[in-house]
């Protein structure tokens, strides 16, 4: 890995190719001045002179320029073969690839990741490009179908006499027709002017303004409040902190609105409202008024040290901002791609050993063998019956009953005398119609 490392700097360096274009300038400027003595030289004989004495050294220049070049592109060769000596092409140790007949959900993601992410040009660009893709494999019909906003002659005779033909579409037209409008409804320009506004508020996080963050908190209290988000008040605290740092630290203007005054008069301003439910952390932060002097030493000065705050709230802040949009707050196809290569040495482990052993994986719906993956990787938790000790599945699922006690569907009907049942770890009894299913 380090020589590798080694031989791509070496290589970019000489990449750059200075020498080269510096050689290069100097036959333009030798060149020029030829050109410049022909044109003024009143004697033709003086224009052959200047010619003859520029071949040899253009051609020199030429030589070392190509010198230049045959040195990256061998360099180029080395660097590739080492490449290949330390990364071994291997197949993928699957047999069938599950996404191979999903190319509209794919672009789909990939399409989603580009704008979440704030390319908006190449967002456009691609789905542009993918819509065409699609387009020209489905065929003429849904080609015509793709543009059948704009009435074309060809297309109504190809389509048929009247509308009525339009019943029995072709399977793929329709299938095609729908990938188009998954795609085209990313080309909304609401969707891209949401994430250029998440876009803007996240800059300003990272300028440490939170104004435009708290703006948008108030202005989606209401659906904040409903999904249980402290944002708005964690953005008002973090304010309230901030101006209390004052001048020195915050580096807004010295006046009534900053410093420990600024912070007081913010907190008469804004913190009416959030008493409700957050009252004993309001107290906290107005006592810190009384040990001011001494913060430092103080039991609230956890709260004013900020080193990951700003960071915290932008994480915060996009998250419920992609919340409020229906969508994670991570990009699906990041998290997708990551755990993929996390658990890809596994695979390849996994397969190489039951190939060797002659068994094959029969399970095509889990994967035989554990993949740790960090927990903020963790999505699908798994619950094992606590009665069969069999993990729960999508035909067993997990019941929650009265009780609250959680058995699997099976065990429970299994516990049952008619409609009724004993919970087997409590006292309680209950009836099979009031337990719910948990989705996990
Ligand atoms: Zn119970």
Redesign the pocket.
């Known amino acids: 890995m380090e020589t590798l490392a080694k031989d791509l700097a070496a290589l970019s360096k000489m990449a750059g190719l200075a020498a080269a274009v510096d050689n290069i300038d100097q036959i333009i400027e030798q060149l020029s001045r030829a050109r410049d003595q022909v044109a003024q030289a009143r004697d033709p004989h003086i224009a052959s002179m200047t010619m003859t004495k520029l071949q040899n050294p253009i051609k020199l220049g030429f030589d070392k320029v190509n010198d230049s070049l045959k040195d990256v592109a061998s360099r180029n060769k080395k660097l590739g073969k080492a490449l290949d000596k330390s990364f071994p092409l291997e197949d993928l140790p699957a047999d069938h690839d599950a996404m191979a007949n999903q190319p509209a959900l794919i672009n789909r993601a990939i399409a989603m990741h580009l704008l979440r992410e704030g390319q908006f040009s190449v967002a456009s660009t691609f789905i542009d490009e993918a819509q065409d893709t699609a387009a020209s494999h489905h065929g003429l019909y849904s080609h015509l179908d793709s543009h059948d906003d704009t009435t074309s002659p060809e297309g109504d005779v190809l389509m048929g006499e009247d509308d009525s033909s339009q019943g029995d579409v072709p399977v793929s037209m329709t299938a095609s027709s729908s990938d188009h409008q998954d795609l085209s409804s990313l080309q909304s320009q609401e969707l891209q002017a949401k994430f250029a506004e998440m876009y803007r508020v996240l800059q300003d996080l990272k300028a440490r303004n939170l104004r435009p963050a708290i703006d948008w908190a108030r202005a989606n209290s209401a659906e904040l409040e409903a999904r249980g988000s402290n944002l708005e008040f964690e953005l008002c605290k973090l304010q309230y902190v901030w101006l209390f740092l004052g001048p020195g630290v915050n580096g807004l203007p010295d006046d009534e609105y900053n410093g420990r005054s600024g912070a007081l008069l913010y907190a008469r301003q804004r913190f009416g409202r959030f008493q409700p439910r957050h009252l004993s952390e309001i107290q906290k932060l107005a006592s810190a008024l009384v040990f001011a002097p001494n913060l430092g030493q103080s039991p609230c000065r956890s709260i004013f040290t900020i080193d990951s705050a700003f960071t915290d709230v932008a994480s915060s802040f996009t998250r419920e901002f992609c919340s409020l949009l229906g969508l994670s707050a991570e990009s699906p196809l990041y998290m997708a791609v990551t755990a993929g290569a996390l658990a890809l040495p596994y695979q390849m482990k996994f397969t190489s050993r039951t190939k060797s052993r002659g068994t094959e994986w029969t399970t095509s719906t889990e994967l035989a063998f554990e993949t740790p993956l960090p927990k903020r990787m963790v999505y699908h938790s798994i619950f094992v019956c606590p009665v069969a000790k069999e993990q729960t599945t999508d035909t067993n699922p997990p019941m929650m ?5 959680v058995l699997a569907k099976e065990t429970l009907q299994k516990l049952c005398k008619g409609t009724r049942f004993k ?6 009894e ?1 009836q099979i119609k009031d337990a719910r299913q948990i989705i996990l």
């Open positions: 009953i009265p009780c609250g006690h919970c087997p770890y409590c006292p309680s209950g």
